[in-house]
């Protein structure tokens, strides 16, 4: 009945997505039972009702929980994604990782240049506010 698409294929990525989704699963069935609890705080850090306190709070989160399971099961074994997630792991195995030293290298390479812009920017800033400020108040004269 539940057959598995493309058996063995793409395994690292379906169980990072898998695993990514089922915790946002699990954190937004804890925030609707919160939700639902009626306990939450306001600015001031009092507490307060926003609806009557719902007593089956729990179980309707625990149920939104295991829909929200099936649905990851559907979804890392649908066929289009699962494709794209086989195709995204096949290119990053190839991809060429830098090792440490040259990733050093690139690093300084990248902030020297952030720093040289920005100064760069800071320097045009100043010549253009200066400029403004003296042809408006009419101290400059072309």
Known sequence: ???????????????????TLGALSAFGSYELREYLSGKLA???GREYLL????????????????????????????KRFVDYLIASETELRKVAWPKRDELKRQTVVVIVTMLLFAALLLVADVIFALGSTKLFLGTFSI
């Open 1 to 19: 009945m539940f057959d598995i698409y493309k058996k063995g294929q793409g395994v690292a990525a379906r169980w990072i997505t898998a695993v």
């Open 42 to 44: 306001d600015d001031v």
């Open 51 to 78: 609806l009557d306190a719902v007593p089956w709070s729990m179980p309707i989160a625990a149920v939104v929980f295991l829909a929200a399971m099936i649905g990851v099961a559907f979804v890392v074994n649908n």
